[in-house]
């Protein structure tokens, strides 16, 4: 083990002690101490979940990165693993970047990871060389191979950076070989997609480009993964500087993917649409994980990059996960819905039902927390007459609030945290077009001390916000413009 990776786990073990798990979400895996970005090496190892992520344990905004690491055995409750691995080689002196992890057949687990090591441009410009690298391990210790680098920028196609090379994906084949995925930039500054083929998961070759951004989807793609899924093949990406188009994606950082089909004889993937992964502020970078009882089971880094690294420098930690959700494949559409195991953590329901609301604010006994879990189905009082507006705001108190709100005229549904505190002007709302049968709509509102998880008619859409509300504001209210019927249950979720 490194001096460099010894000083991290030192360092992380001693300063998670001034952390009081009250400070934390709940049931949201967060950054042991300091920095967390994208999730890496989601993966099932020695009967438990593995989460790996991108980690500055020194402070708690973005540095030299290193793997944190978690392992938990229902995607819910997560034990912290020493740091698993730290920039100490020529090849990753800047950073140890995204990657995945599986298991050998000898029974280690491997660890492929983008190692970063600056250089000085021809304009005395700082520029990120990136190679793809391998660590083996038990589950807690890994060592980089001593051949590392194992794909550098002889592995690219032709106009294929060394500069923007990064996050690979890995997975087995039925046939014992091994297949990645990762990201690339090519000389029209378009990202783009490549598939790498390897025997032994060690020695990889270049299959095929995937598929080409084109100045589609933002500029550099990165984060993606690959897989089929209820017939269809899915890409989840990440893309950086994107253009709104309507109120499918917005400016900055967002996430996509792509539903199509692959032929495995030409090694082609054709793609026969794209939609957001998810519709509100914080998301990115999600990866997901095959369970063993087979559901696939996503986790995104639920920050956002233009506005993540203006919070308060006191503060001993920053970032956290998504839920984790379950994924499916339904008329064209990805849903995601949280995974069941979360279902467990409900206790004390509370329900109201064919509650008519009318030009009007109502609180309803019961209903309050900021461990919720919120099933809320609106219904118009009068078909004739849909409905101008429902609201439902939370994190509420006298002074605070976080809400979200849905015009079925325009179909439009909006989140906004605009009063839960920040003293920043950065993005605090987002909207999403959302289907809707004559102003009937379903919502499940997942709350967690820092977060809301918002899944639309059975998680046919999702939008995340994170918000650093007082906890003591734990208020939530219903408003109608014009009449409506709501169906309400309300769960408190237990600590986890």
């Not at 709100?405 to 920043?424: I, N």
Request: glycine share 8%; aromatic share 12%; net charge negative.
């Amino acid at each position: 083990m490194s001096q460099v990776l010894r000083d991290a786990r030192r360092f992380e073990e001693a300063q998670e002690s001034y952390i009081s798990e009250e400070s934390r979400p709940a049931f949201h895996l967060s950054a042991r101490v300091g920095w967390m970005n994208d999730p890496n090496g989601f993966s099932w190892y020695d009967g438990q979940y593995h989460m790996f992520y991108q980690y500055h344990p020194y402070d708690s905004i973005w540095g030299p990165m290193h793997w944190g690491h978690a392992v938990s055995p229902d995607l819910l409750h997560w034990t912290y693993l020493p740091a698993a691995m730290a920039p100490d080689q020529p090849y990753d002196r800047d950073g140890c970047y995204s990657g995945s992890a599986i298991t050998m057949p000898d029974g280690r687990q491997m660890l492929m990871y983008t190692g970063v090591s600056c250089e000085t441009g021809p304009e005395g410009q700082k520029l990120e060389v990136q190679t793809q690298n391998l660590a083996f391990g038990d589950g807690v210790d890994y060592e980089k191979y001593e051949n590392n680098p194992v794909l550098t920028e002889r592995d690219l196609p032709a106009g294929g950076s060394r500069y923007a090379f990064r996050d690979p994906k890995i997975w087995a084949l039925p046939d014992g070989t091994w297949r990645a995925i990762m990201a690339n930039n090519n000389e029209d500054g378009g990202g783009q997609m490549l598939l790498y083929r390897s025997p032994d998961a060690i020695d990889w070759k270049l299959e095929t480009v995937l598929v080409r951004n084109m100045d589609r989807l933002g500029r550099m793609w990165e984060c993606p993964d690959f897989f089929e899924l209820d017939g269809k093949q899915v890409l989840l990406a990440s893309a950086q500087d994107m253009l709104p188009y309507h109120l499918e994606y917005h400016n900055g950082n967002g996430t996509f993917y792509m539903l199509g089909t692959w032929d495995e004889e030409s090694k082609t993937f054709t793609e026969e649409c794209n939609h957001s992964v998810d519709y509100g502020i914080d998301f990115y970078a999600p990866q997901t994980v095959l369970t063993p009882d087979g559901r696939r089971v996503m986790i995104g880094w639920m920050q956002n990059w233009d506005t993540c690294n203006l919070h308060t420098d006191s503060v001993p930690w920053f970032g956290q996960m998504s839920l984790p959700r379950e994924l499916h494949v339904r008329d064209g559409v990805l849903y995601q819905t949280p995974i069941r195991e979360l279902d467990e953590r409900r206790t004390g329901k509370v329900v109201h039902r064919d509650v008519r609301v009318e030009d009007r604010w109502v609180v309803l006994p019961g209903v309050s927390g900021r461990r919720v879990d919120l099933e809320v189905e609106v219904v118009p009082a009068d078909p004739e007459k849909v409905y101008e507006k429902i609201a439902i705001r939370f994190a509420q108190d006298d002074c605070h609030q976080t809400f979200m709100s849905f015009r079925p005229k325009e179909g439009q549904l909006k989140v906004d945290r605009k009063f839960s505190g920040s003293r920043r002007a950065i993005q605090h709302q987002r909207r999403a077009n959302v289907r809707h049968d004559n102003g009937t709509v379903k919502f499940r509102l997942i709350l967690d001390r820092f977060s809301a998880e918002i899944f639309v008619n059975d998680g046919e859409k999702v939008l995340s916000t994170t918000f650093y509300t007082t906890q003591s504001a734990d208020g939530i209210s219903f408003e109608v413009e014009g009449a409506a019927i709501l169906n309400v249950t309300k769960y408190s979720l237990e600590e986890v």
